[in-house]
């Protein structure tokens, strides 16, 4: 049996790590988030198990990342390897706050939707920012030999792909109406000319606020996807502030195509989230528990959503 608390111990010294702040670690299973410094550089060293091959990718696309887009646009991932019992990430260490609250809770999206007071005054601001960034990160090239490797794996790309039951108990959305929506729109929505870099996981939590800039960061879902993916990410997690929402729409979504793409992004983006969280529950928990979880989706306001975007882009911003 490997012991990971002496094997992570050798690796911090190999890697010439000063550890300060163990954040979030749990030696049992191999895996550590330690804040500390290598040379005069605050950094977070994460360390997982090698046997995690999820996790595996996750570092590789983060770095990837990290290499394409530049350290002006995202957290800067310094240093990334792997041994025989860990693969593990460096990345440098930012004391600004995110968005969002710290705190977690067992609603639907984990208090990563509620936005810190003090940045409330500054909506006009922070959109502006939000959405001249990720302007530029879907003008970034990539290397397209790493295309395939790159798709998302957390935006179903057809009804297959989720499960139809739990889907259709969460949400109000007409499943024969969300199937002839996929068919109708799919050949507008999935044009290859439209394919850019993308975050892939853009709650509030993953915003950093750098005085007049923003920075993302947790880039472990990095992907080449529909140009609309992040946007509709991003609008989803604002549901509590439509303001912010409008102001998103306004700056980043300007024509009738794009409103159709903004749709079936967003339409993905909650199947995703939906399948992916009713499916861990279905898992993991009772009966009981699932259904109270499949009550709480169902009155999100993120399962209107759905039904609103089958519809029409008014009928989307008209949902309350």
């Given at each position: 049996?490997?012991?990971?608390?002496?094997?992570?111990?050798?690796?911090?010294?190999?890697?010439?790590?000063?550890?300060?702040?163990?954040?979030?670690?749990?030696?049992?299973?191999?895996?550590?988030?330690?804040?500390?410094?290598?040379?005069?550089?605050?950094?977070?060293?994460?360390?997982?198990?090698?046997?995690?091959?999820?996790k595996?990718?996750k570092?590789?696309?983060?770095?990837?990342?990290?290499?394409?887009?530049?350290?002006?646009?995202?957290?800067?991932?310094?240093?990334?390897?792997?041994?025989?019992?860990?693969?593990?990430?460096?990345?440098?260490?930012?004391?600004?706050?995110?968005?969002?609250?710290?705190?977690?809770?067992?609603?639907?999206?984990?208090?990563n939707?509620?936005?810190?007071?003090?940045?409330?005054?500054?909506?006009?601001?922070?959109i502006?920012?939000?959405?001249?960034?990720?302007?530029i990160?879907?003008?970034?090239?990539?290397?397209?030999?790493?295309?395939?490797?790159?798709?998302?794996?957390?935006?179903?790309?057809?009804l297959?792909?989720?499960?139809?039951?739990?889907?259709?108990?969460?949400?109000?959305?007409?499943s024969?109406?969300?199937?002839k929506?996929?068919?109708?729109?799919?050949?507008?929505?999935?044009?290859?000319?439209?394919?850019v870099?993308?975050l892939?996981?853009?709650?509030?939590?993953?915003?950093?606020?750098?005085?007049?800039?923003?920075?993302?960061?947790?880039?472990?879902y990095?992907?080449?996807?529909?140009?609309?993916?992040?946007?509709a990410?991003?609008?989803?997690?604002?549901?509590?502030?439509?303001?912010?929402?409008?102001?998103?729409?306004?700056?980043m979504?300007?024509?009738?195509?794009?409103?159709?793409?903004f749709?079936?992004?967003?339409?993905?983006?909650?199947?995703?989230?939906?399948?992916?969280?009713?499916?861990?529950?279905?898992?993991?928990?009772?009966?009981?528990i699932?259904?109270e979880?499949?009550?709480?989706?169902?009155?999100?306001?993120?399962?209107?959503?759905?039904?609103?975007?089958?519809?029409?882009?008014?009928?989307?911003?008209?949902?309350?």
């Amino acid at each position: 049996m490997i012991d990971y608390q002496k094997e992570s111990e050798n690796l911090i010294k190999k890697l010439d790590f000063i550890r300060e702040k163990d954040f979030r670690s749990a030696p049992k299973f191999g895996y550590f988030i330690i804040k500390g410094r290598i040379g005069n550089e605050d950094v977070v060293l994460r360390i997982s198990p090698q046997f995690d091959g999820e996790k595996k990718e996750k570092i590789f696309r983060e770095k990837l990342a990290s290499d394409i887009l530049g350290d002006q646009l995202v957290a800067k991932i310094l240093d990334s390897g792997e041994n025989q019992t860990f693969i593990w990430s460096i990345r440098k260490y930012y004391s600004e706050k995110t968005l969002s609250v710290d705190s977690t809770s067992e609603e639907l999206f984990h208090n990563n939707d509620i936005i810190k007071n003090e940045f409330l005054p500054e909506s006009e601001k922070i959109i502006s920012e939000l959405a001249r960034k990720l302007k530029i990160i879907q003008e970034s090239d990539w290397p397209r030999n790493f295309d395939g490797r790159l798709k998302s794996k957390k935006f179903p790309t057809s009804l297959d792909e989720i499960d139809r039951s739990l889907i259709e108990k969460s949400t109000s959305v007409n499943s024969q109406k969300l199937g002839k929506f996929f068919l109708e729109k799919e050949k507008i929505y999935f044009n290859k000319k439209d394919l850019v870099p993308c975050l892939g996981d853009m709650s509030l939590a993953n915003i950093l606020i750098k005085t007049d800039e923003v920075l993302f960061y947790d880039l472990e879902y990095f992907c080449i996807d529909q140009n609309s993916i992040d946007i509709a990410y991003l609008w989803n997690y604002l549901w509590r502030y439509p303001k912010w929402q409008e102001k998103l729409l306004d700056l980043m979504i300007s024509d009738e195509n794009s409103k159709i793409k903004f749709r079936f992004s967003l339409i993905r983006v909650i199947l995703g989230i939906y399948n992916e969280g009713l499916l861990a529950y279905q898992r993991n928990s009772n009966e009981v528990i699932l259904e109270e979880k499949i009550n709480l989706y169902k009155n999100h306001i993120s399962g209107r959503y759905i039904a609103a975007a089958v519809e029409s882009f008014e009928a989307l911003t008209e949902v309350k």
